[in-house]
């Protein structure tokens, strides 16, 4: 397969950009090939602007999206890597989300989560977390999370099987960060293929 990475971090030498050097490794290990979308290196703009509105679904989209589409439609999966930032995505994955997937490209059924107009492609969001695991099961943080993104969001994009992976701890110890870059790697190293769901 060939697997798209998108990173959403401001330092190289972030915990982030370290899982997705992680998982990228576990993807190339397994056969597959490697591409990154390192969005604040590449100086990605994340504000929807009404140039945004005006050429949603018209098939002539702005020039900066049009580069990113390309991106997603040579890969078979993707990769999202964002530090959770108030149990949500932060600003620039946010605004690659709604900018780049859009209405008349990625959905036109704003009913069912599981059409996309995009083919199906096997999807992971790979987030580092602060918070422990307990606490954020517990108190129903990542039940909402799922909820949101795992049943919601990323269907209506045709990922498909799509898994929620939170490095919870990622702030902790170097022996905790280093379990969790395993994890990372292993995660890329077992990517399913894409199947759609129904
Ligand atoms: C603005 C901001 C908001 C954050 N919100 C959360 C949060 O809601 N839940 C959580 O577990 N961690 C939260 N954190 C902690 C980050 O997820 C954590 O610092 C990050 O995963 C560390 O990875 P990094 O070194 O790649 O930045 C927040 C951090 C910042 C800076």
Redesign the pocket.
């Known amino acids: 397969m060939h697997v798209l990475t998108v990173l959403d ?1 401001p ?1 190289p030498a ?4 370290a899982a997705a050097q992680r998982f990228m490794q576990g993807a190339q290990a397994a056969g597959h090939s490697v591409e990154l979308a390192d969005l604040h290196a590449e100086g990605f703009d994340p504000r929807w602007s009404k140039a945004d509105i005006a050429g949603q679904g018209s098939g002539a989209d702005l020039a900066d999206i049009a580069v990113e589409q390309a991106r997603i439609a040579r890969a078979d999966a993707i990769c999202l890597v964002f ?5 949500g995505m932060p600003a620039m994955t946010k605004g690659w989300v709604d900018r780049v997937w859009n209405w008349g490209w990625a959905y036109d059924q704003l009913d069912d989560p599981e059409r996309s107009l995009q083919k199906t492609r096997s999807g992971v969001l790979l987030i ?4 422990r695991s307990d606490k ?1 099961e517990t108190q129903g943080y990542l039940a909402a999370l799922e909820t949101a993104w795992t049943a919601g969001t990323f269907g209506f994009f045709g990922f498909s099987p799509r898994r929620l992976e939170v490095l919870n701890g ?2 902790g110890s170097l022996a905790r960060r280093e379990a969790l870059l395993e994890r990372s790697y292993q995660t890329g190293f077992t990517l399913p293929p894409p199947h759609p769901s129904k």
Request: glycine residues 6%; proline residues 11%; negative net charge.
């Open positions: 971090h330092d972030s915990f982030s950009a530090p959770l930032f108030w149990w580092p977390a602060g918070a954020m990622s702030t």
